[in-house]
């Protein structure tokens, strides 16, 4: 087990930056992937970006050129910048830890943090 702890939410306004922060427990090495996904009022959990253990990222479309997700291996740490927020991007931001395994399975699972709340004010 990992206990994953988020922080770096808030209220800002639309065009505005937040940077949040995901400290893992044990080494991020040890995931096959840290991620990090949202979850809006009514919506779906949906991912926001993914780092693999190697380092190729993936983002989502809605994201794309405005959010960067970044590792620190020495603070088993692992964050998302967030630039030119937009008002639908307020949701709960979840970081994830996905384990290495040896059968596929459909994403997401593994460890969760507990969220921290992004609103962005139009």
């Known amino acids: 087990q990992v206990q994953l702890v988020e922080s770096g939410g808030g209220l800002v306004q639309a065009g505005g930056s937040l940077r949040l922060s995901c400290a893992a427990s044990?080494?991020?090495?040890?995931?096959?992937?840290m991620g990090w996904y949202r979850q809006a009022p009514g919506n779906q959990r949906e991912l926001v970006a993914r780092?693999?253990?190697?380092?190729?990222?993936t983002y989502a479309e809605s994201v794309k050129g405005r959010f960067t997700i970044a590792r620190d291996s020495a603070k088993n740490a692992v964050y998302l910048e967030m630039n030119s927020l937009k008002p639908e991007d307020t949701a709960v931001y979840y970081c994830?830890?996905?384990?290495?395994?040896?059968?596929?399975?459909?994403?997401?699972?593994?460890?969760w943090g507990q969220g921290t709340q992004v609103t962005v004010s139009s």
């Open positions: 994830n830890a996905e384990p290495f395994t040896t059968t596929p399975r459909p994403r997401p699972f593994g460890s």
């Open positions: 044990r080494s991020i090495f040890s995931f096959n992937a």
């Open positions: 780092i693999t253990n190697g380092g190729s990222t």
